[in-house]
């Protein structure tokens, strides 16, 4: 069974950082890209970073990028997203999971992120 945990969220002030982990199981995690993604009220779950099985390459979105840096630890199962210069936009729940994983895949629970004075 295909599982996911995020955890890591909290409340912090602008410009503040926060780092977010996923733990993953029940596939081959190593053989697998891994994305973080974010949800907010009202609108569609929105990718944020990729990085490819060996860590080779990475990518972000434009809201993110220079900011926010995906790593992992294939030993761990567990991929990471390190958040700098945190934004009051920046608020979401947090999710990660599979390149390419469709809104009727396993999902897990998510971490909030509250970016707020």
């Known amino acids: 069974q295909v599982q996911f945990v995020e955890s890591g969220g909290g409340l912090v002030q602008p410009g503040g950082s926060l780092r977010l982990s996923c733990a993953a199981s029940?596939?081959?995690?190593?053989?697998?890209?891994m994305n973080w993604y974010r949800e907010t009220p009202g609108k569609a779950r929105e990718f944020i970073a990729l990085?490819?099985?060996?860590?080779?390459?990475?990518h972000y979105a434009d809201s993110v990028k220079g900011r926010f840096t995906i790593s992992r630890d294939n030993v761990k199962n567990t991929v990471y997203l390190q958040m700098n210069s945190l934004k009051p936009e920046d608020t979401a729940v947090y999710y990660c999971?599979?390149?390419?994983?469709?809104?009727?895949?396993?999902w897990g629970q998510g971490t909030q992120v509250t970016v707020s004075s």
């Open positions: 029940g596939f081959t995690f190593s053989e697998y890209t």
């Open positions: 990085i490819s099985s060996t860590a080779s390459v990475t």
């Open positions: 999971n599979v390149n390419g994983a469709r809104p009727s895949d396993d």
